[in-house]
């Protein structure tokens, strides 16, 4: 028992599959995940810091790296499954903070006990370094999903996924970052050859033209 358990544990987070039993043409994992929103997390502080805001760059990046660290106990549960209600995610958070907390008390020194508990506790919060990490999640499963509809893939699912993930994205819009991402990423995402294009432009386009009207 000990910080050997811990760095042990981190080559779970490969294992873990996200968005398990559906059907993929390219399978991605927790770890990934968690590099790529810290990434992408970056680009959106820079983002932000371009136009005067200040990021907390220790928050965020602490923030990114760690925000998926609860799934080695509790694995990937699907978005639809985890955000279906209120009452439901704050269950799932409830379980999620009692995991990490035991695992803290059991594998890292006390000294650092308090460091952890506050390094591994959920990230997103109204900070601005929160909001650019709920931002980052939901641009990298967007962009997760927006490659199985690139594929034809048939999985409705991901359709629904990449609808979900644009709508929370398009909450954060007041963030200069998130502008950005509306009025560049998105359009040059959308001119790439792929067989769904109209679709996926028509659900896009009714999602960003609700935040205008």
């Known amino acids: 028992m000990g910080v050997h358990q811990y760095f042990k544990r981190l080559s779970d987070l490969e ?3 996200r968005l398990p039993g559906k059907f993929k043409y390219f399978e991605h994992n927790v770890a990934a995940h968690s590099f790529k929103v810290t990434k992408i997390a ?3 502080g820079t983002v932000e810091e371009y136009h005067g805001n200040e990021v907390d760059w220790k928050s965020l990046y602490e923030k990114a790296l760690n925000h998926d660290f609860a799934e080695i106990f509790t694995g990937d549960i699907k978005t639809p499954v985890k955000y279906a209600s209120g009452e ?3 269950l799932f958070s409830q379980v999620e903070e009692e995991m990490v ?6 594998e890292i020194p006390e000294p650092y006990q308090a460091i952890y508990r506050e390094r591994l506790q959920e990230g997103k919060d109204d900070s601005l370094e929160g909001q650019l990490l709920s ?3 939901k641009i990298d499963l967007l962009y997760e999903t927006f490659g199985e509809i690139q594929k034809r893939n048939p999985e409705q699912l991901f359709f629904e996924i990449y609808e979900m993930s644009l709508e929370t994205i398009m909450q954060f819009d007041h963030l200069s970052s998130v ?3 509306i009025e560049n ?3 040059e995402m959308l001119t790439e050859k792929f067989i769904p294009k109209s679709e996926l432009r028509e659900t896009t386009m009714a999602i960003l ?5």
Do not use: C
């Open 185 to 187: 990423i998105i359009p």
């Open 209 to 213: 033209n609700n935040r205008n009207g």
């Open 42 to 44: 970056q680009y959106l």
């Open 15 to 17: 294992k873990l599959i």
């Open 135 to 137: 931002v980052a999640d």
């Open 88 to 90: 439901l995610k704050k």
């Open 101 to 106: 907390d035991h695992f803290i008390n059991e």
């Open 179 to 181: 502008q950005d991402f």
